[in-house]
């Protein structure tokens, strides 16, 4: 099993729509967890993050944690065209100097006009 | 401020030629990680380092080399390119503080072919 398992998609959505993505984890060592987003022909860069179980709200977007089922969500409300985008998931644990993270494979979202 | 910049953004090379990838920050960064991102495989850690003069193996080290003599800078060698390592390579930093969200920050990524 990996330690981190993603949705591989294609994803594709109407604008408007409600979008969830979703990543499993095996490691219950990690404690903090990210979504990155990676335009086409770009480097990722960092999304959002929460630390621990729960819920964080961005303006249209929401991670959601939950530790017992080993499970992270980053739902987009009203998406847009310019959301379409390669999604990965990250995470870490709190500890070890390398701070490695480690990614699933990432989804790709098409948000259609 | 740049942030992280990678050299060069595209490359052909042919089997068995030989290459070096730069990597430099103008953030002030401990750490830096060099990754590979192949259709399907997602992000895969090919090497980093938590300091000026420190490298360690990633997830997929074989064939590869680096070195980071200055801390700004991480570099990344091929001696020997192989058709396998046909892929998009980033590079990424983070400040030195263990314990906290590891945000890493990527460059733009070097498109690499090898025939």
């Known amino acids: 099993q990996k330690e981190v398992e993603q949705d591989p998609g294609p994803l594709s959505v109407p604008e408007g729509a409600i979008v969830s993505l979703n990543c499993t984890y095996s490691n219950s060592a990690f404690q903090y967890f990210m979504w990155y987003r990676q335009y086409s022909r770009k480097g990722p860069e960092l999304l959002m993050y929460?630390?621990?179980?729960g819920n964080k709200e961005d303006g249209r977007f929401t991670a959601q944690v939950d530790k017992s089922s080993k499970y992270i969500s980053l739902f987009i409300r009203d998406s847009q065209p310019s959301d379409s985008a390669t999604y990965l998931c990250a995470m870490n644990p709190p500890t070890g100097a390398s701070s490695k993270l480690t990614f699933g494979k990432g989804i790709t979202l098409s948000v259609r006009p | 401020n740049a942030g992280v910049t990678q050299t060069p953004k595209f490359r052909v090379l042919k089997t068995g030629q030989s290459m070096t990838l730069l990597c430099a920050q103008d953030m002030n960064h401990e750490y830096m990680y060099w990754y590979r991102q192949d259709p399907g495989m997602g992000l895969r850690l090919i090497h980093y380092s938590v300091g000026e003069g420190t490298t360690a193996k990633g997830e997929v080290p074989d064939g590869y080399n680096v070195s980071r003599l200055k801390k700004q800078n991480f570099l990344l060698g091929l001696e020997s390119a192989a058709p396998s390592q046909t892929s998009v390579y980033f590079c990424?930093?983070?400040?030195?503080?263990?314990?906290?969200?590891?945000?890493?920050?990527f460059g733009p990524g070097t498109r690499l072919t090898v025939t």
């Open positions: 929460t630390y621990s179980s």
């Open positions: 990424a930093s983070r400040p030195g503080l263990a314990g906290s969200p590891s945000e890493q920050y």
